[in-house]
């Protein structure tokens, strides 16, 4: 050991010593200090605040009545800090009272901020976070949390994929970067990781059993610098929720109650009977069959059925919660318990939630906290309008059908003289079919942090998401006319999943003199596990008994899967991951992320991916030219890089999966359910990121404006080959699943921009602003082999062709097709006009005959020029990636009133309205829309002359894009194109809210604390060209984005509601 | 202090070992429901169960319930329906590439050929050393005989299409051009020749043996005789079809059965006539089974639950026509007639009483006539014969008859005769083309052969196929019929003929998917040698 180094040993030791000498004689010195703390809001006492004096971690925590005593040193300075409240520090003179007021925080600049296993004051980051309110999310009186995030967070695009009561959004944060339907983003509520979410839409949406509005705050980590912590799961960001927790203080009792109902927005144009016998008529005149007597006079027919009115009601909805919070300076609680209640728009589809929710913090001794957020929920959801397609069905179902006969039984469709497309009747679906989801979810977490020294903390968290679940179907014995007969059958399945994640990671955190540092370092694993079981029976006895024991047991069915046994299946994670925080002079912070993550879903040799990123902010105000400058709160520059990792693929592609099927050998067979590929790896994506946060007069005015270049390599996805692979992404008969590979190169590019103000501020009114705006720029950059001709394509089975294509150059999923150029109308065009071709290059000929092309058909762009309509003259149609997403919330508040309004719109995306296809084809065989009354009419020049000469013919109406009534369709006429692919941009006024808070002083009169009541409505209009029902149009696959579908439409909703707190 | 220390150790101690407690195997998730790749493929019997999926189930269902009837014998003109687009395209002779049909045909096949794939290159790299070598060809052989009609069909609905051996490679590389329609043919005779040397020549009901193999490459061998010829055939070519398929006739020791109407009952699944049947089972759900009842059945009375008849299928004037007075067995096995009464159908309710013209060919019955509870409109439990002995019999004539107008050899009577004989018909002392056309139309309605049959024609006599194909639009013959059971006598339904442009030599040849074309351009640029 050399002498300098003993020196300096010497001297570190005498100084420790020193330190606790100092640490013990301090008492000596000190004064006592009384006073009580209140909040400048009520005048209230605030329990619970923790007073600390700087620099020694020596403090004290207020009492229930707000009341303190410390001793400390004069000279020395106390700091006053309870979550909500804007810090205050006070410089100790002398013995005595010192009463303190505190600010309740208003701007965001004091905001707490969940950065990942850790929490951060908002000033203090580096990475790009954006939060909202639990208060801010209530506004839109969401079912689910997830529906309220649209149009609140930049950089976050939000779509509703169903609107049935409980369905699921799908949300993109910065863009589409794997393309494996698992873009959505992790959702971490209390620490505790819901699992990824297969197919939500299809009304079993898992984050549906929070009830918003026990939630505090949401957190959306953005950049690779924010969530690298979080590792592989969260490269497409990380939405973090944070429920309410109990404060220190007398019990306080709140009620929050809103009912309301809702209604559909818009209803689609389908054709009356005397529309729909006047078409048909014609059609038969045509075609030289399919007439149908009973339509010989369309004057004298009622107005038939109109299908949509049938389905559709208006339906009520109602919430009711109870909350009590409070505790002392050592434990603190939440009890809260809701009932909510919700009929769907169409009949057939109801959802309920009951839960409890129980948040306890306890600090059991000084080094030891221990709490738990615990959530039980109980949901009952009625999904039957989902699962038996009476939405589409009531679009596809004719006029002619009476909802019920005369008998009282219920119609269905019927033509005594010729065929019919077998079409249930969908109001007699929704009534008799049941198909009940049931779920119990125990959720939550418990937590121990133990205090091992006074810098270093251990926290040991374990936290689960426990699911149980049943699915009762019974279908009893039906029968609509000649519409597809039923026998009874039903069907009852049970399943739970589980999910527990073992955390424990060591915190520090140290304050050298100009000189801050905190760090983490921790190990986390994960296992997903499961257990399901169904069965199934036919020919029940009776519709009324439906338990499964009551059929025959001869058609018995099951199935059924696990993963507990040995060895286990589900999928398992394990992770190692550290962060370090420098801040210098509270002007220079640098952030540094590690984390290596193990998963299941990788051959061995691939297993291990790592996760790392780096950022750095610089609080300019903070710097010596700005302090003087009063106006500026805060003013910072923020820059981050990361690498990132994606695994978002299911277990065991990477072999192939052999599946027992029954056939006609004896015995079992073994079916290649999946062609595997055994070098599939990790998707990679580097992530860069620069950011400014600025705060002016106060927080009057405050902006966020993020630029970010995320490069995804390697991109993981399940690859749709064509058919001649065998395979399919998705489903087909016999087809295996399609492999996952890492297939190519992709970025993002784009801004988010956030921006808040208070306009006015006066005595008695005040108008807030905020608007926020995001742009993403997508862009294939590599597709592997096959050069320009490489490409990702899907398929829409309604037209039975390619609709959408990504290809390198263009962003993910651009719709694809020909260019709709008008249809056949005049001599001159189909004999000059380019025709389609056979497979040999020979165009059509000109002729009604069957095989040919003929007045009516529809006119496509010859793009290439070579004369002939063929597969090379498609072109890419447009996006159906918004170009611009944004909202805009107004807040006005004038005396005890206050009025909300929330815009959020959607710009330059594009939709494909599959909904119109079949009702605007006069070939079709079930309904149209009033717009198929427009198909191409024929007339003579000559009456008397040749209807097959090209030249006495001609089209009426030619600016038509409806088809002629030929039956042939030699032209393909619905081949994809342009026609199709709609203008989906929309703004929407998402919602107002009109609120009356009663006066204080009145209230006291009756023990209660403050009264609020008001009246919402929701999706209160839409603008926007699109012709569907709505141009909101989620989701899970990107490959496939944008496709109306006949989803279930948002409703508009009507509440009215009211928040009481007891004193 | 002393004690809060012991506390803090114990409690960091703990979640040391709840670190460590996570074992290396914590990330092995195998699943539990299914068998991998990994740890099959050990034993003879495992084998044997994977080429037992090849012969039935969810690979075989698109292409037998979309296109084996509606394009082997609608679009010949043996079956008609005349509303919904896809079926009325293929019944009008207007196919497009968007026909959804058409589609399922090319993707049905080609999942065949991925199982196909998948299961021989298992054995080739994965088998384990202990498992004879006899017993891995034989294995591969029953793959290689599945693939090869997987492929014959695809060749004869597209000619040139892409060959795929190992669909793994597509992973890497997944834009395939089309192969010349010869070279198709080539792939198709040479595993079908690694079959007919490897298969056994007896094995458990429902497998194929080398006489299936050997019968179809008889078959294939007097199709590939004209391809690219004109006028007459490759006479080598025919002289293989005659060695193979004349081997099955004489050295089989398999026998037609007797009955015909009994042939297509469900009780006579796998019977010695059968070579090569599709394995379906009952009960399988959607998607898994075959579902032809539910679609072509003419009234849904007969069917399980009354479930059924989406599509009914009638039967054509021009098929009609081709009954001779004296065919009344092969007529009623294949085609319901207004009046004819079927015991055997809804059994439990009384049998089943004809009101019109409908398809009997594949109509069983329903769940109790066939003993079968779980059986549903999903999953007829009949054995629908892709090959059986009859076929060859009649391959073997003309193989003989070859570029000849007629022949009385010895040997083509004899079986074209037995085929005639069984089904009560007099027996002739000539063959002519077609006589032997006729012949195979009767025998082999709706069982998807006559298309095959009319493609085989246009590749060596083009313009007389043109021809044949509008004679049957000139003489009305594609349109349904009404008969009358009283005066027995059919006639053709006037309402609506319809109308249809000539056809040509490429109504031979349907268009490729047009979402293949799109996804795959190379599909649309001129096919290329594989070999």
Known sequence: MDKNLQKRVKYQISLIIAGIFLYISAHAQTVNITGKITSSDDGQPIPGVSIKIKGTGLGTVSSIDGSYNIAAEPGKVLVFNFLGYSPREITIKQAGAINVTLNSTSSNLNEVVVIGYAKAPRKDLTGSISSISGASLRQTQPTTFDQALQGKVAGVVVQQVSGQPGGGVSIQIRGVSSITGSNAPLYVIDGIVIPPVGDPGNGSNPLNAINPSEIESVDVLKDASATAIYGSQATNGVVVVTTKRGKAGPPQISYDFYTGYQEII??????????????????????????????????????????????????????????????????????????????????????????????????????????TSLQLAHINENVNSTSSSVISTALSITPDVPVLNGDGSFGGVTDPNGWVQPVANPVALAKIVKDQKRRNQIFGNVYAEIQLTKDLSLRNELSGNFDFNTEDRFSPTYSFGKGTPSPNFGSSAAGQNFYIVIRNFLTYNHNFKKFHIDALAGHESQENTFENVSGARRNFPSNNVQAINAGDASTATNSGDNSQSNPTGGSA???????????????????????????????????????????????????????????????????????????????????????????????????QNNLSNQSVKW??????????????????????????????????????????????????????????????????????????????????????????????????????????????????????????????????????????????????????HARPADANGNPYPVSPAGGGIWYGDRMFKDLNGDGIIDSRDQTFLGSPIPKFQYGINNTFNYKNFDLNIFFSGSYGNKVFNQMAIQQNDPQNHTTYFTSVLDYAKLAMVDPAGSSSDVNNVYVTNPNTTIVGVRNDNTNSNNRPNSLMIEDGSFLRCKNITLGYRFSESLLSKIAVKSVRIYANVSNAFIITKYKGMDPEIGSWNPLQAGWDSGYYPQPRVFTIGANITLR | MFMKSIHKIIITLLCAAAVAGCKKSFLDRPSNSQISSLNFYKTTSDLRLATASLYGGAQWFQWNTAAMIPIGDVLSGTGSFQYSNDIVQVFTRTITAQNGLVTNGWVGLYNVIGQCNGVINAIQTQADPSISAADKNAAIAEAKFVRAVAYYHLAIYWGAVPIIEDNSKLIKDPLLPRNIVSDVYKFVAKDLTFAAQNLPKTDEKGRVTTWSAQGMLGKVYLTMAGVGKSGSRDQALLDSAKKYAGNVCKNSNLNLLPSYYDLFKAQNNDNPESLFALQWAAGVGYGNGNAMQLYFAPSPDILPQKIGGWQALQPTYDLYRMYAAKDTVRRKATIMLNGDFYPELNAAGGGYKATGTGLKKHIIGNDKDNNSPTMDGWSSPEHNAILRLADVYLVYAEAILGNNSTTSDGDALTYFNKVRARAGVDIVTAITPASLRTERRVELAFEGQYWIDLVRYSYYDPSNAVQFLNDQDATHGRISFTYDPTTKKATRDTTATPITLPATVNSFTLPVPSSEVTTDPKLAQPPVPYY
Do not use: C
């Open chain 1, 266 to 371: 818009k209803r689609l144009p389908t054709v009356d009977l005397p529309q729909f016998a006047t078409f048909i008529n014609a059609r038969a005149v045509a075609w030289g069959f399919d007439a149908r007597p009973e339509f010989a006079n369309p004057q004298y027919l009622g107005p038939g059925t109109d299908w949509q009115k049938e389905l559709f009601r208006k339906a009520p909805m109602m919430n009711h919660t109870l909350t009590i919070n409070g505790g002392d300076a050592r434990t603190q609680y939440l009890l809260s318990t809701s009932y909510f209640n919700q009929d769907g728009i169409a009949l057939g589809s109801n959802f309920k939630r009951y839960s409890l929710r129980l948040n306890l913090d306890n600090k059991t001794t000084d080094w030891l906290k221990i709490g």
């Open chain 1, 683 to 832: 998707e990679k994506t580097d992530y860069y990121n620069a950011g400014i946060d600025a705060s002016f007069w106060n927080g009057r005015l405050g902006f966020s404006l993020d630029v970010y270049d995320r490069e995804t390599k390697d991109l993981l996805l399940q690859v749709p080959l064509p058919a001649y692979s065998g395979t399919v992404a998705g489903w087909g008969p016999g087809s295996m699943q399609a492999p996952y590979a890492n297939v190519g190169s992709l970025t993002n590019k784009g801004f988010d921009f956030q921006i808040n103000s208070t306009n006015i501020t006066s005595k008695n009114f005040s108008w807030k602003t905020a608007f926020t705006i995001s742009r993403n720029n997508n862009k294939v950059t590599y597709l592997g082999a096959g050069g320009t001709d490489a490409n990702l394509s899907q398929k829409s089975y309604v037209i039975n062709d390619i609709i959408e294509k990504t290809v390198v150059g263009q962003p993910v999923g651009e719709f694809y097709g020909y260019v709709f150029d008008g249809i056949f109308a005049k001599p001159s065009d189909l004999l000059n």
């Open chain 1, 573 to 671: 994670r394990e992770s190692w991951f550290g962060r370090i925080n420098f801040s210098w002079d509270d002007r220079y912070l640098l952030t540094g992320n590690i984390r290596d993550d193990g998963s299941s879903n990788f051959p061995t040799n691939n297993r291990w991916g790592t996760t790392y990123s780096g950022g750095f902010a610089w609080k300019i105000n903070n710097e010596a030219f700005l302090k003087g400058v009063k106006s500026i709160n805060e003013l910072k520059l923020r820059l981050g890089y990361g690498l990132t990792n994606n695994q978002g693929i299911p277990g065991n592609t990477y072999v192939t999966q052999l599946a027992s099927v029954t056939n006609g050998l004896a015995g079992t067979a073994q079916f």
